[in-house]
């Protein structure tokens, strides 16, 4: 079992940057693949971006389009935590946002549906105000 527990997030203006954390459990965490999402109200929850392991010290990060350029997905293997650094925030990134994890990072193939994942967070609550 891996627990996941998430930090950050609040209320902000357009515009302005939020950071989360989610800090995980278990001691092969640099092999994880780690990803983010998010429900906004009345929505499905939505695939925000992923970081999958390559082997070695190789990562790959991956977005969704409405998100490239402004959010950046990060890890620290050393504090088992994954990060996601929200930048130019807008209205429209209003949603709780998840992490998840899946244990056997796969180095190709899909991470951006909720099925691709083995665990979850419980969710932080971003709130962008106009």
């Known amino acids: 079992q891996v627990q996941l527990v998430e930090s950050g997030g609040g209320l902000v203006q357009a515009g302005e940057s939020l950071s989360l954390s989610c800090t995980a459990s278990?001691?092969?965490?640099?092999?994880?693949?780690m990803g983010w999402f998010r429900q906004g109200p009345g929505k499905e929850r939505e695939f925000v971006a992923s970081?999958?392991?390559?082997?070695?010290?190789?990562?790959?990060?991956e977005y969704v389009d409405s998100v490239k350029g402004r959010f950046t997905i990060s890890r620290d293997n050393a504090k088992n935590t994954v990060y996601l650094q929200m930048n130019s925030l807008k209205p429209e990134d209003t949603a709780v946002y998840y992490c998840?994890?899946?244990?056997?990072?796969?180095?190709?193939?899909?991470?951006?549906?909720?099925?691709?994942?083995?665990?979850w967070g419980q969710g932080a609550q971003v709130t962008v105000s106009a």
């Open positions: 998840a994890a899946r244990t056997n990072s796969p180095r190709v193939g899909s991470l951006s549906f909720t099925g691709d994942y083995d665990y």
């Open positions: 970081i999958r392991w390559l082997g070695g010290i190789s990562y790959l990060a």
């Open positions: 278990g001691r092969t965490f640099s092999t994880y693949a």
